[in-house]
């Protein structure tokens, strides 16, 4: 069992930087692929990036590579995502999610965290 609890979210001006916070329990915890998702008012939730348990592994959506840097630290069970050069189309509700290797789709999530970006 794993428990995220994401942190970090608010309002920000475009071109500015936030850095989102994943914490999470589990004795396992860095064995778990951890992503970040993102859902917008009135869309479906899409992928924004992904990190596996060594965090050698990263993937990252288009619409944010070289933008974002998403980055694990296992012995505090912690999961960042640092977002800059944000943009008003990313103001979404981020959440984190886990998921052994094996698995195909993540089994736990987070509550999320508002990112708002202004114009």
């Known amino acids: 069992q794993v428990q995220l609890v994401e942190s970090g979210g608010g309002l920000v001006q475009a071109g500015g930087s936030l850095r989102l916070s994943c914490a999470a329990s589990?004795?396992?915890?860095?064995?778990?692929?951890v992503g970040w998702f993102r859902q917008a008012p009135g869309k479906e939730r899409e992928f924004v990036s992904r990190?596996?348990?060594?965090?050698?592994?990263?993937n990252y959506a288009d619409s944010v590579k070289g933008r974002f840097i998403i980055s694990r630290d296992n012995a505090k069970k912690m999961v960042y995502l640092q977002m800059n050069s944000l943009k008003p189309d990313d103001t979404a509700v981020y959440y984190c999610?886990?998921?052994?290797?094996?698995?195909?789709?993540?089994?736990?999530w987070g509550q999320g965290t508002q990112v708002i970006v202004s114009s």
């Open positions: 589990g004795r396992t915890f860095s064995s778990y692929v």
């Open positions: 999610a886990a998921k052994m290797p094996s698995r195909e789709s993540y089994d736990y």
């Open positions: 990190i596996w348990g060594a965090g050698g592994t990263r």
